[in-house]
Structures are given as structure tokens and as C-alpha cells.
T-cell receptor, first 115, second 113 residues
Framework: AQSVTQPDIHITVSEGASLELRCNYS??????LFWYVQSPGQGLQLLLK??????LVQGIKGFEAEFKRSQSSFNLRKPSVHWSDAAEYFC?????????????FGRGTSLIVHP | DTAVSQTPKYLVTQMGNDKSIKCEQN?????MYWYKQDSKKFLKIMFS???????INETVPNRFSPKSPDKAHLNLHINSLELGDSAVYFC????????????FGPGTRLTVT
């Protein structure tokens, strides 16, 4: 069964500092990978996705993520964090055609931004 | 235009009552989902419908009954509400049934007293 691990429950950074949120997955093949952001009181919004090709993918709001097959990781990065980035971040695994149909989310990482 | 909408946004009710949450998407997607998010933000899929057909039912108590009258709507009815049902319920949709690239509604915060 597929699974997603986000090892950090909380991450605290200063505004302007760089950010990396970790995500590891378990899947029988190369999965489809996603990062979502949830602002307080809101639903989830897709930040970026990886299906195939270039392992460094760009997303909205200045975020990027890198797929590393050897490490089964898909870490999210941002070079300079803004206070408005404070939110909950979820890594998720989808399925390729013919694969498992159960979308799986990590438990989330709460990002706290200090001024 | 709201892509995925849910009503109501807040729902406060007593144990034992029956309640419904409605969801509509105007994205033309074929697949819709219900998720439950607990107080620790853990997001757990409950149901998924593809073209009005149930394709995922993740060991949810049978007090929960989804209903999809058409592709654009997926409602959730809950019978005999319990304290443990208190959570935020999210509706989502995607073009494909594998759950890729989902669009989420704003959530319904259910409080059972």
C-alpha cells in the first residue's frame, strides 16, 4: 500500500529565510506526487505536481520541489519565505493509470513564520 | 466563480441527530471525494465517486452515506451523529479517478455536542 511520510510536524522559519519541507513516499512504482497548501480556515490548494520528466518542478507562489527516486523523496523548497506562507503543507501521492485509486496524504507540516 | 462549493460552512448539532452536507463542483470533473480532517489536521479519505459510481469506500461507519445525484454533486448524509464525528469535512474533485490534481472545497466544520 502506498504511504506518505512528512517527518516534521512543525517548522519555524524567519521571514526571508529559505525553507525546505520534507516528504517521503512509499509506492510500488514512480508515483504522481503533489504538494498542497492549506491556509487557516481554508480548503487545500494545489502548489505543484510531479508526473514525469524534469525532477525539479516549479509551482505557484515561488515554491519548487525536487523528486529524488533514490531517496523516495519529494521535498518542497522556497528560497525566501514570506509571512503569508504560514500555513499547513501536505504532500500527497496519486496513482498512475491502472494503479491504486486511493489518494494518500501525509499528516501535514505546519509552517510558522517569524517576522 | 467558486470551483468547489460546500454548504453549510459550519454545522453545530447534538448527538443522535441526522445531518447532511452538500457539495457542488462546476469544473466538469468526473470524480468527487469526501475527506475528514481531524483536530490534528490529518486528512483521511472517506468516499470517492466517479461518474456517480462509488469507487472508494474507506471503512467508514455506515452511518455515513454519500449520494451523487449527478457528476457535479456529491452530498454526505450522516445519521445518529456521535461526538467523534466532530471534524472538518472537505469535498474535492478531480478529472481522473486516481485522485490526481484535486480541487478542494472550503470545508464544513461539524461540531457535535
Amino acid at each position: 500500500a502506498q504511504s506518505v511520510t512528512q517527518p516534521d510536524i512543525h517548522i519555524t522559519v524567519s521571514e526571508g529565510a529559505s525553507l525546505e519541507l520534507r516528504c517521503n513516499y512509499s509506492y510500488g512504482a514512480t508515483p504522481y506526487l503533489f504538494w498542497y497548501v492549506q491556509s487557516p480556515g481554508q480548503g487545500l490548494q494545489l502548489l505543484l505536481k510531479y508526473f514525469s520528466g524534469d525532477t525539479l518542478v516549479q509551482g505557484i507562489k515561488g515554491f519548487e520541489a525536487e523528486f529524488k527516486r533514490s531517496q523516495s523523496s519529494f521535498n518542497l523548497r522556497k528560497p525566501s519565505v514570506h509571512w503569508s506562507d504560514a500555513a499547513e503543507y501536505f504532500c500527497a501521492v496519486g496513482a498512475r493509470p491502472g494503479g491504486s485509486y486511493i489518494p494518500t496524504f501525509g499528516r501535514g507540516t505546519s509552517l510558522i513564520v517569524h517576522p | 466563480d467558486t470551483a468547489v462549493s460546500q454548504t453549510p460552512k459550519y454545522l453545530v448539532t447534538q448527538m443522535g441527530n441526522d445531518k447532511s452536507i452538500k457539495c457542488e463542483q462546476n469544473l466538469g470533473h468526473d470524480t468527487m471525494y469526501w475527506y475528514k480532517q481531524d483536530s490534528k489536521k490529518f486528512l483521511k479519505i472517506m468516499f470517492s465517486y466517479n461518474n456517480k459510481e462509488l469507487i472508494i469506500n474507506e471503512t467508514v461507519p455506515n452511518r455515513f452515506s454519500p449520494k451523487s445525484p449527478d457528476k457535479a454533486h456529491l452530498n454526505l448524509h450522516i445519521n445518529s451523529l456521535e461526538l467523534g464525528d466532530s471534524a472538518v469535512y472537505f469535498c474535492a474533485s478531480s478529472q481522473d479517478p486516481a485522485g490526481n490534481e484535486q480541487y478542494f472545497g472550503p470545508g464544513t466544520r461539524l461540531t457535535v455536542t
